[in-house]
């Protein structure tokens, strides 16, 4: 069976100021200037969608909120960070090297224009995000269309990455049932990733304020189907319609926090790629369960239930994989397992030592040589 990857991960800046550079700090030029700057490939075009506001030209494009005249004519984005997504890779340390010099390129123009890259997956300060001016009745129809879209005053205060594995070879109803069980075990695998305890300007009481908020009114994994028989009626959906051809049989899993060490993107994505593979586990839903995740988003490893199941996964993934060498790049997760301590748990600790949020975050992304751990 044929596998393919690629990685979208959302980037969060701190201004020259030292502010958090969300969208009250900042305006779509301020981003604008640094992406016009990057490079464009255009081979990528055949994988990568431009989208109707054009907005998505390039591997790293503003992620934000877009606002319409009273017509479809796109007239602002309210920016959000800077997304960088990879193109489509037929094994894991291809969509992590790809990553990682990305990043590196977006690091350095960033820093030309007095912004640096800082690892959070929820806005540390702003607890919703509201529209100003308010919705007009064109944008107000726009999300009764597309139900996914009203989640929006979730997603622009959230950071997170997709993890896509396509699976093309597959029957549709079989990667849908994947979709199924991944979201099914999602509550269990997502505390690998965990790094948002800042809320509302302090420390959040749990590890994951992104899982906690976001659970049952966004998706876990979302499946791409060709045809609109093929959808499934859920909210949050477990199932899209492809926009290109690319993404037909592709799952996007979309529950994980943002990582700042790649390598355990690396493994997070061997893991999928093991639960795919795997014939054994019996657990299937299309919605997420949003008990679970909140007991995981506040508790993580250290709720015994959900240490337990990820230790089973772990194994199931490593048996399925065998042979095949992505097996090591199991390994960070398994640290992170052994010792319950998620990069949330090194955020705390750094807040509390110097009792600045800025400050804890300005450790993250330290070590420069950031993909080098995959090609080990």
């Given at each position: 069976?044929?596998?393919?990857f690629?990685?979208?991960?959302?980037?969060?800046?701190?201004?020259?100021e030292?502010?958090?550079a969300?969208?009250?700090?900042?305006?779509?030029?301020?981003?604008?200037q640094i992406?016009?700057?990057?490079p464009?490939y255009?081979?990528?075009?055949?994988?990568l969608?431009?989208?109707?506001?054009?907005?998505r030209?390039?591997?790293?494009?503003?992620?934000g909120?877009?606002?319409?005249?009273?017509s479809?004519?796109?007239?602002?984005?309210?920016p959000?960070?800077?997304?960088i997504?990879?193109?489509i890779?037929?094994?894991?340390?291809?969509?992590?090297?790809?990553?990682s010099e990305?990043?590196?390129?977006?690091?350095?123009?960033?820093?030309?224009y007095?912004?640096?890259?800082?690892?959070?997956?929820?806005?540390?300060?702003?607890?919703?995000?509201e529209?100003?001016?308010?919705?007009?009745?064109?944008?107000?129809?726009?999300?009764?269309?597309y139900?996914?879209?009203?989640?929006?005053?979730?997603?622009m205060?959230?950071?997170?990455?997709?993890?896509?594995?396509?699976?093309?070879?597959l029957?549709?109803?079989?990667?849908?049932?994947?979709?199924?069980?991944?979201?099914?075990?999602?509550?269990?695998?997502?505390?690998?990733?965990?790094?948002?305890?800042?809320?509302?300007?302090?420390?959040?009481?749990?590890?994951?304020?992104?899982?906690?908020?976001?659970t049952?009114?966004?998706?876990?994994?979302l499946?791409?189907?060709?045809?609109?028989?093929?959808?499934?009626?859920?909210?949050?959906?477990?199932?899209?319609?492809?926009?290109?051809?690319?993404?037909?049989g592709?799952?996007?899993f979309?529950?994980?926090?943002?990582?700042?060490?790649f390598?355990?993107?690396?493994?997070?994505?061997a893991?999928?790629k093991g639960?795919?593979?795997?014939?054994?586990?019996?657990?299937?839903?299309?919605?997420?369960?949003?008990?679970?995740?909140?007991?995981s988003?506040?508790?993580?490893?250290?709720?015994q239930?959900?240490?337990?199941?990820?230790?089973q996964?772990?194994?199931?993934?490593?048996?399925?994989l065998?042979?095949?060498?992505?097996?090591?790049?199991?390994?960070?997760?398994?640290?992170?397992?052994?010792?319950?301590r998620?990069?949330?748990?090194?955020?705390?600790?750094a807040?509390?030592?110097?009792?600045?949020?800025e400050?804890?975050?300005?450790?993250?992304?330290?070590?420069?040589?950031i993909?080098?751990?995959?090609?080990?």
């Amino acid at each position: 069976m044929k596998v393919y990857f690629g990685i979208e991960h959302e980037v969060a800046f701190l201004n020259h100021e030292g502010k958090f550079a969300d969208f009250s700090q900042t305006k779509f030029s301020d981003f604008n200037q640094i992406v016009e700057k990057l490079p464009t490939y255009p081979n990528d075009y055949s994988q990568l969608r431009v989208g109707d506001a054009g907005i998505r030209q390039k591997r790293w494009y503003i992620e934000g909120f877009e606002r319409f005249a009273n017509s479809e004519k796109v007239i602002d984005c309210i920016p959000k960070g800077i997304e960088i997504r990879t193109t489509i890779h037929s094994d894991i340390s291809g969509a992590l090297t790809e990553l990682s010099e990305s990043f590196q390129l977006l690091r350095e123009v960033a820093a030309g224009y007095g912004f640096s890259p800082v690892l959070t997956s929820f806005n540390p300060y702003k607890t919703v995000f509201e529209p100003q001016p308010p919705l007009n009745d064109y944008e107000l129809q726009q999300l009764q269309t597309y139900p996914d879209e009203q989640t929006a005053n979730i997603y622009m205060v959230t950071y997170g990455p997709d993890l896509n594995i396509s699976v093309p070879d597959l029957p549709i109803e079989n990667v849908i049932d994947i979709g199924k069980k991944l979201t099914y075990y999602s509550p269990y695998i997502v505390p690998f990733s965990y790094s948002s305890p800042f809320y509302n300007g302090g420390l959040w009481d749990g590890l994951s304020v992104r899982t906690f908020v976001r659970t049952g009114k966004r998706s876990a994994a979302l499946v791409f189907v060709e045809k609109e028989e093929q959808l499934i009626n859920s909210v949050p959906s477990l199932t899209k319609i492809a926009r290109i051809p690319a993404e037909v049989g592709r799952i996007e899993f979309k529950a994980f926090d943002s990582c700042d060490d790649f390598s355990i993107y690396g493994g997070l994505l061997a893991l999928l790629k093991g639960l795919i593979l795997d014939k054994s586990l019996p657990g299937r839903a299309i919605r997420p369960n949003a008990t679970l995740h909140q007991i995981s988003a506040r508790k993580g490893f250290d709720y015994q239930d959900i240490c337990a199941n990820a230790t089973q996964l772990l194994q199931v993934a490593e048996v399925s994989l065998k042979d095949d060498s992505d097996v090591q790049l199991l390994t960070p997760l398994k640290d992170i397992l052994a010792k319950r301590r998620t990069k949330s748990h090194e955020l705390i600790a750094a807040y509390q030592s110097v009792g600045s949020i800025e400050q804890a975050l300005q450790n993250t992304y330290a070590h420069p040589s950031i993909g080098s751990r995959t090609n080990e």
